[in-house]
Structures are given as C-alpha cells and as structure tokens.
C-alpha cells in the first residue's frame, strides 16, 4: 500500500468516531493498554491483518502467573511471536534477560507491536521517560551507533540486515538469526524495528489508534472490565472487521482501499449464508483480563448505536455457546460512549478444569476453527 493510500483509509472516520477530548479515561484495569494505544499512529488500523495492534501487560502478566518470566507466564503470552523482544524468550531467553536486553524485565511496564513485516515495529513501554533514555543509554554504551540527529536514532547495523555471525539467540536486539535493530525513545517508549525509516514518522503522533473512532468506543467499553471483578487486562489485541471473514473471503481484498465501517457493511453483506454471525463491527478489542475469580475472555466490539450493539451481545453469546467450550459464565452488556457510539461488551469466563477462555479463542481462530466473532447477516 502506497503512502498515500495509507494516509487516505486511516484518516477517513467511522461511524462511530469519538474526538480524543471525549474518551472516557480507562478505568485502572485498561490503564496500561490504553497509554500504549495513545503511541500507536491510528495508520496502523490501514492493514489486511485482523489483529493489527497487540499488546502485552508486564505487571498484570506477574501478578497472574506468579512472575513475569515464570513457566506459567510464558506459556500464557498469545503474541510472543508477533512482539520481537517477546520471540527470544522461546530459546531460553528468561535465563539471561537482563544481561542482554540492559534491562530488567519487570522494568518494563508493557510491549506492545504493530506494522507488517518487515517493518514491523515493536514497543518497550517503561515507568518514566528517564527510564527509557537510560535504556537507549546503555544501548550507546555496547554496540549501537546514532544512524540519524532528528529524531535520535540509534543501530546496531545495517537496515534489515541479517548477520548469523551475531546472532544470539537469547538476545532481544539482534534474535537467533542476527537481525539488526533501530531504537528511537519517545517519551516512556522505546520502539525497535529493523531499520530507521519504520521510526521516523513516529515522533509527534498526531492522530493515534485510541483517537480511532472504533477503538475509542471499543476502549470505553473495555473500560468498565473491573466494575464487577477488579482486576487487569493481561494481553489484548485491536481487531478490524476482517476478524469476522473466513479464510479465503473476497471481501477481505477490502482492507487496502475501503474504510473500516464501507468494509464492515461489504463483509456483512456477503454473510447471507451465516445469519448466525455477529451485526458488523466497525472494529474493536479482545483480552485477556485476570479478575479474582479467575481468567476471563473480554470482547468489545463497536458499533454506531446500542440498539445494534444489543443484538451484537446477545449474538456473541449465542456463538460461544454453539461453538466453544462450556464457560463458568457469560456477561454481556452495552456501552455508550461520551458522544457516539455504542460498545457490545461481552465476558467470558473460564469453567474449573477448562482452558482460559482467551487461550482458546486465539487458538481456535488461529487453526482457522469456529469464529466467535464472524459477522452475519442482520436479521
């Protein structure tokens, strides 16, 4: 996709768009996900992948699973695959984190990912803006070297280069097959991509995904997760209406030139043969959250008004239950936002002795299984 046909999809507004003045702040349990979503270019929603933006809660993940880097922690991260200093921790790399990253992990607050490779570009997100100049300090200190003067931007090679000679499997910045990294800080965030060009349109982010209309209703609903059980969102991903095509679907060709509520109402339209799917979303969220009662799966897809996200929850419903394994329970209401918009929120949480439900709903998803989230025909 040309530059110029990025910048046109995403700054068309949905439906359901909401000025960043009129957000609700997120409440405590969608804090950390929310402040990463305000670094992320809303250009990032202009993509043919589903789940464009994933995120991951270094202190909710702890707290869950006993330590960040426990057995348990690692094998409940969804997206360690997706978010690159994540991918080292499947050779071992718990054992020498801190050594090779200059960093704790528990120092870090959150990671989160966006962009197709090869310009993938992931996030360290950290305590203060100290915290993260004093990561790229150290960086300076071993084997980067500045690349450009404005913005600051540091290498520790060639753009894209790939060198097995420094490899280092356990290691976050160069990975087992000795990819270089660009690092840039901006403000409590360290962004890393395998070359300067990914990192320089990310200073001064105008627009950002929270300011998206789809993702500002979506995070208002995610917004009320610990109303009724405190807790925290452990991992979450941003999903686009191409979360609800099948495999193969024509309609997903839409994603490069059609804006996010024109592709919802096209897919929608093409669901005659499944009236059993969700209304079409304009977008939305999916987590992980640990409440005290346990691991839950949270859904809040948007729409442009709560009559249609009414019959989105009680449809979602109906689809966990025709599709997925039993739930301890099923909750699902309607947010508004402060203006325009409406959330279908729905919560599913884990049974004794049954897989957490977010576990199970990415996996299913990704074996290309039964779709919670498949948009139908509206009856």
């Known amino acids: 996709m040309t530059r110029t046909l990025r910048h046109t999809v995403s700054s068309r507004l949905v439906a359901v768009s909401v000025s960043a003045l009129m957000i609700v702040p997120a409440a405590r349990a969608a804090g950390n996900l929310e402040a990463a979503l305000r670094t992320v270019p809303d250009s990032a929603l202009a993509t043919s992948d589903p789940m464009p933006i994933v995120f991951l809660d270094v202190r909710a993940l702890s707290e869950a699973a006993?330590?960040?880097?426990?057995?348990?922690?690692?094998?409940?991260?969804?997206?360690?695959?997706?978010?690159?200093?994540?991918?080292?921790?499947?050779?071992?790399?718990?054992?020498?984190?801190?050594?090779?990253?200059?960093?704790p992990f528990d120092d870090i607050s959150y990671f989160a990912?966006?962009?197709q490779p090869p310009a993938r570009v992931s996030y360290w997100g950290l305590a203060t803006k100290a915290?993260?100049?004093?990561?790229?300090?150290?960086?300076?200190?071993?084997?980067?070297?500045?690349?450009?003067?404005?913005?600051?931007?540091?290498?520790?090679?060639?753009?894209?280069?790939?060198?097995?000679?420094?490899?280092?499997?356990?290691?976050?910045?160069s990975g087992p097959m000795g990819e270089i990294s660009a690092v840039l800080a901006i403000d409590r965030v360290v962004a890393q991509a395998s070359a300067a060009a990914d990192l320089e349109n990310l200073t001064g982010v105008g627009r950002s995904a929270a300011d998206h209309g789809a993702v500002a209703t979506a995070l208002a609903g995610m917004a009320t997760a610990d109303d009724r059980d405190p807790g925290a969102i452990v991992q979450a991903a941003v999903v686009t209406p191409l979360m609800g095509t099948p495999p193969g679907d024509p309609a997903a060709v839409l994603?490069?030139?059609?804006?996010?509520?024109?592709?919802?109402?096209?897919?929608?339209?093409?669901?005659?043969?499944?009236?059993?799917?969700?209304?079409?979303?304009?977008?939305?969220?999916?987590?992980?959250?640990?409440?005290?009662?346990?691991?839950?799966?949270?859904?809040?897809?948007?729409?442009?008004?709560?009559?249609?996200?009414?019959?989105?929850?009680?449809?979602?419903?109906?689809?966990?239950?025709?599709?997925?394994?039993?739930?301890?329970?099923?909750?699902?209401?309607?947010?508004?936002?402060?203006?325009?918009?409406?959330?279908?929120?729905?919560?599913?949480?884990?049974?004794?002795?049954?897989?957490?439900?977010?576990?199970?709903?990415?996996?299913?998803?990704?074996?290309?299984?039964?779709?919670?989230?498949?948009?139908?025909?509206?009856?």
Request: with cysteine; hydrophobic share 40%; glycine share 10%.
């Open 66 to 103: 006993g330590g960040a880097l426990s057995d348990a922690a690692l094998r409940r991260m969804a997206f360690h695959e997706s978010i690159r200093p994540l991918n080292v921790l499947s050779y071992g790399g718990a054992r020498t984190w801190t050594e090779t990253a200059g960093i």
């Open 113 to 115: 990912a966006f962009g």
């Open 131 to 173: 915290a993260a100049d004093n990561l790229i300090g150290k960086l300076q200190d071993r084997t980067f070297r500045p690349v450009t003067t404005a913005p600051r931007i540091l290498a520790n090679g060639e753009p894209r280069a790939v060198s097995l000679r420094n490899r280092q499997p356990t290691n976050p910045w």
């Open 255 to 379: 994603s490069a030139t059609t804006e996010m509520a024109a592709k919802a109402k096209a897919i929608d339209d093409r669901r005659e043969q499944d009236p059993d799917g969700v209304p079409a979303y304009a977008g939305g969220l999916v987590a992980d959250y640990q409440g005290k009662a346990g691991p839950a799966l949270l859904v809040s897809l948007a729409y442009p008004d709560c009559r249609t996200a009414g019959r989105a929850v009680t449809a979602l419903k109906a689809r966990w239950q025709a599709g997925m394994a039993p739930a301890a329970s099923l909750d699902g209401r309607t947010v508004e936002s402060p203006r325009r918009g409406c959330a279908a929120v729905l919560r599913v949480a884990q049974a004794q002795g049954a897989k957490p439900p977010f576990a199970a709903f990415i996996e299913t998803y990704r074996q290309r299984g039964f779709n919670v989230l498949q948009i139908g025909t509206q009856r």
